[in-house]
């Protein structure tokens, strides 16, 4: 599945990589890879690959769950998909809590105890999907853990949610992407390895060299 999906990915350019000209994330991080998986909603083949795998990988590790909760706003339309597929309840969770109204942080309607699958387009590490986590435990909800569709497989991410007591799995990762990009003529040989060492510490630029 990891292999399909990379090819997915790459070939509707979900997954952009530029080793030679690096994106700038908005920490000020010099990144080789940019992850944009609100396209895949824009191809409806490619969709209905991806949600049909969230939706096997969420029966293969989570068959008790109850409740699909999308992370904003990318998590959204595909837990919207995916509870449809699994006949579930289906809610959100904002980044903070809205300042009008009921003021809300989560939308639906979770009981306490009530087994939850969150939803993710993308883990780097793992600090917004806890942000997500968080409001639903409050609310006792029992998170049984994470898929999402991509993630980079960084270090403190894995740190992160271990700390947290979460569990993930994701349906590709950058180690499976670096390998079919190489394949696939997307990137250089040797610039597999740099994807790799950016991967292993961001914050280290030395990759580029």
Same mark, same amino acid.
């Given at each position: 599945m990891k292999t399909d999906i990379a090819k997915l990915l790459l070939r509707i350019k979900a997954v952009f990589l530029r080793p030679e000209e690096p994106f700038t994330w908005a920490s000020g991080i010099k990144s080789p890879i940019y992850c944009d998986n609100r396209l895949i909603l824009s191809y409806p083949e @490619?969709?209905?690959?991806?949600?049909?795998a969230i939706t @096997? =990988?969420?029966k293969t590790f989570y068959p008790d769950a109850e409740f699909i909760a999308g992370t904003a706003t990318a998590g959204?339309?595909?837990?919207? *998909?995916v509870a449809e597929r699994l006949k579930l309840p289906m809610g959100y969770v904002r980044g903070s809590a809205k300042d009008h109204g009921r003021k809300n942080q989560i939308e639906g309607r979770i009981s306490r105890g009530q087994k939850v699958v969150v939803i993710?387009? $993308?883990?780097? =590490?793992g600090e917004s999907v806890i942000e997500c986590v968080r409001p639903l435990r409050e609310v006792g909800a029992d998170v049984l853990g994470i898929v999402s569709i991509f993630t980079y497989g960084m270090k403190k991410s894995v740190e992160n $949610?271990?700390?947290?007591? *979460?569990e993930s799995h994701s349906l590709c990762d950058l180690d499976t992407l670096a390998k079919i990009a190489v394949d696939e003529g997307y990137i250089k040989p040797e610039d597999e390895? /740099? *994807? *790799? /060492?950016f991967r292993d510490n961001p914050a280290d630029e030395s990759w580029r060299i």
């Open positions: @490619e969709r209905e690959v991806v949600e049909n @096997e =990988t969420v959204i339309a595909h837990a919207a *998909l993710e387009d $993308l883990i780097s =590490t $949610l271990a700390a947290e007591n *979460l390895s /740099k *994807l *790799l /060492k």
